[in-house]
Each structure stands twice: as structure tokens, then as C-alpha cells.
């Protein structure tokens, strides 16, 4: 997908440019830095920084990959964090433009980023996590690159603000209450009720969700119609029988697709890179008959054209797809739409934070 967040080393992920986060002067740091220096080579990349010199907050400067996976290092000077109120944002701002612009310059098709200035310059995560964002995604607006945001630590992936709360809220009601359920009957729902401050960490999470769900990760019981009531809808018209149905086949997911589009009166442009898909994801799409989409495409597509739940559940059944109470990844999808918010960025953060897929596709 042009945007996807992962959890890895920087320095194992591939890409046609690494983004490091530099000192301002010749030296090597602590955090990424260093990590940078001892995977691309240590003295040879520390010759090339001294002939940039000096590189103040905000700027930006290349330098060939070497060791690395990557054709090129985008040196970036973060800004120190004091109380936000001396140009931090605006510097930051400038590291994450300036570099992609230099990707542009050297005609990278990807471009790898950490959270810059989070570590040892002490900027908040959850800020810089939008400013990250907010960038990224004007940029991709504009131009064609695959973008990977790399975090080391899940755990140190900040989120904050009532709308992150809200959903971590709607899930521990829908997703913990229904997989005790399924697990422990009515009994364990009731010991769920008492336990006011039971605590929804990944090791309790992974051990309900391993229970309930199939190999694909999709929860196999059936969708509480109280919870999510716009996922099934009717199949046919009433009174139409079964040979009039067949004779009479609705639209496949593609034809339904390029339908809402039509009528959304949006170009496939913006229509695609509103829902973090790839041009060349697109252009199968439009182009292969009967083409089958994965369910976090189907549902980038819904985001994009800002569909309502019951709009999202029929273009999703077109395609074999269906919401369920009993999926994370649906409960979080389902809040959004539910509540008009169709902001795919901070779906996939929250959807990243959640340990779930993030939404669109890039092959």
C-alpha cells in the first residue's frame, strides 16, 4: 500500500531510501542513528556525513545506503523537544517534507521513516505520530511513492485523544465482553461486569483471539445482529424467486465499485489514494474481470467514498465479505464509519496500535 505502518528494525527493512534521524553536528548518535551507521558501515558512512557538514534542525541531506538494503540515507535534524512552544512542530514538519522531497529528487519509489525526534529529543509520540501523518499524506496526494513508517516497540507507539479512547472503549465492550462469552457462557460475563479494571493487554487480547478466530484470523461465529444490525442485508428483492434471482444477478463488487464512484462524482485518482491503494492495485481492479478483493482493500474503498454502514456492508457482501462483532479489526472499521469519521491515516494508526491490518493495498 502507498502508506503502511510496521513493526520492525529500520535497519532490515528494504527500501529505496532509509531516513535517519542525524545530530545536527559530525558525530554518531545514540538510538537510530547508531543502529544506521553499524548496518550501513561505520567509517565510510561517517566520511560522507562530514562532507555534508553541519545540518541543522530541520534540513535535510543524502548520502549513498552502502550496506544497507536501500540505494540511499536521508539524513534528517530533528528538532529538540522543550515545551513545543520554540518551532518544534514546524521543524519537524520541514524533516519529514524535506526528505520526501529528496526522495523525489533521486526518484526513490520507496522511502523508509522513523518516528522522528521521539527518542533521546524527547518529542511526544502521539504529536509527531500527526505531524508524521499529516505530511505523509498531502504528499501522497501529489505523488506516487510507497511510504513505510517503522516503529520498533508496538508498546511505544503513543496514541491519545478522546476519538483513540472511544474506540479502545467500543472494543472492550463489544470484543472482550462477546469472546468471554463465547469462551465462559453467561458466568464469565458476569466476572467480566465485576472486574471494573480488568486490564486489555496483548497477552490476554492474543489468547482470546487465538481461541475465537480461524486461521485467517476472522472470528467464526456469527455477527450479533444487536451490535452491528446494517451487516446483513437482503440478498433479493421480496417475492423475487430463486430462478428470477438467478436470471437476474446483482452487481459484483467491481461493478458496484465503479458505480459509487461514478456517483460520488470523484476521480479514480482521489478515489485511490483515498484509500491508500496502489495505482497498479486500481488499475487490476478496473481492468480483471470478477476481481476479488481482501477484505482491507473492500473496506479502503468504503473509507474512501465515505459510505454508510449499511452502503459499506453491500459493497462488502458483493465480494464475499461481512462484518463481525467478533473482529477487532471489524469493531474498529465499524466505529469509524458508524461515527462519520473516514480519515484512513488515523484509521490505520489506530488499526497498527490494535495489532490488526492497515487498510489498502499495493500489489
Not at 502508506?3 to 531516513?19: C, E, G, H, L, S
Not at 469472546?179 to 486489555?200: H, I, M, V, W
Amino acid at each position: 500500500m502507498p502508506f503502511q505502518i510496521i513493526r520492525n528494525d529500520i535497519t532490515k527493512v528494504k527500501a529505496d531510501a532509509i531516513v535517519n534521524t542525524a545530530n545536527p553536528d559530525v558525530f554518531i548518535g545514540g538510538g537510530v542513528d547508531t543502529a544506521i551507521y553499524n548496518a550501513a558501515g561505520r567509517e565510510q558512512l561517517l566520511a560522507e556525513r562530514e562532507k555534508i557538514g553541519e545540518l541543522p534542525p530541520g534540513e535535510a541531506a543524502v548520502t549513498p545506503a552502502f550496506n544497507l538494503d536501500a540505494k540511499y540515507i536521508i539524513h534528517v535534524s530533528g528538532p529538540r523537544w522543550e515545551d513545543g512552544e520554540h518551532g518544534e512542530f514546524d521543524i519537524l514538519r520541514s524533516c519529514y517534507e524535506k526528505a520526501l522531497n529528496l526522495a523525489v529528487e533521486k526518484e526513490c519509489e520507496s522511502i523508509a521513516f522513523p518516528l522522528i525526534a521521539t527518542g533521546a529529543y524527547g518529542f511526544p509520540k502521539d504529536k509527531a505520530l500527526q505531524i508524521a501523518t499529516s505530511v505523509i499524506q498531502q504528499f501522497l496526494f501529489e505523488n506516487e511513492m510507497s511510504i513505510i513508517l517503522v516503529v520498533f516497540d508496538r508498546k511505544a507507539f503513543e496514541l491519545s485523544g478522546k476519538v483513540y479512547s472511544d474506540v479502545q472503549g467500543y472494543i472492550d465492550e463489544n470484543y472482550v465482553k462477546r469472546s468471554y462469552r463465547k469462551e465462559y457462557g453467561e458466568r464469565g460475563e458476569r466476572n467480566l461486569r465485576l472486574r471494573a479494571s480488568f486490564d486489555l493487554d496483548d497477552t490476554i487480547i492474543n489468547t482470546v483471539e487465538a481461541d475465537g478466530c480461524d486461521e485467517t484470523g476472522e472470528d467464526s461465529v456469527l455477527a450479533d445482529e444487536k451490535l452491528m444490525e446494517p451487516v446483513m442485508m437482503a440478498m433479493a428483492p421480496e417475492g423475487m424467486s430463486l430462478d428470477e434471482l438467478l436470471d437476474a444477478p446483482a452487481q459484483s463488487f467491481q461493478e458496484k465499485l465503479f458505480s459509487l464512484i461514478d456517483k460520488s462524482g470523484l476521480d479514480d485518482v482521489t478515489v485511490y489514494k483515498r484509500a491508500n491503494i496502489s495505482k497498479k492495485v486500481f488499475s487490476d481492479i478496473k481492468t480483471k474481470k470478477n476481481y476479488k478483493p481482501s477484505k482491507k482493500t473492500a473496506v479502503a474503498f468504503a473509507i474512501a467514498l465515505e459510505l454508510t454502514m449499511d452502503e459499506t456492508a453491500d459493497l462488502l457482501q458483493r465480494a464475499g465479505i461481512a462484518l463481525s462483532p467478533s473482529s477487532k479489526f471489524d469493531l474498529i472499521v465499524g466505529y469509524y464509519i458508524s461515527h462519520g469519521m473516514y480519515n484512513i491515516m488515523e484509521i490505520n494508526t489506530v488499526l497498527f496500535k490494535n495489532n490488526q491490518e492497515c487498510l489498502g493495498a499495493i500489489k
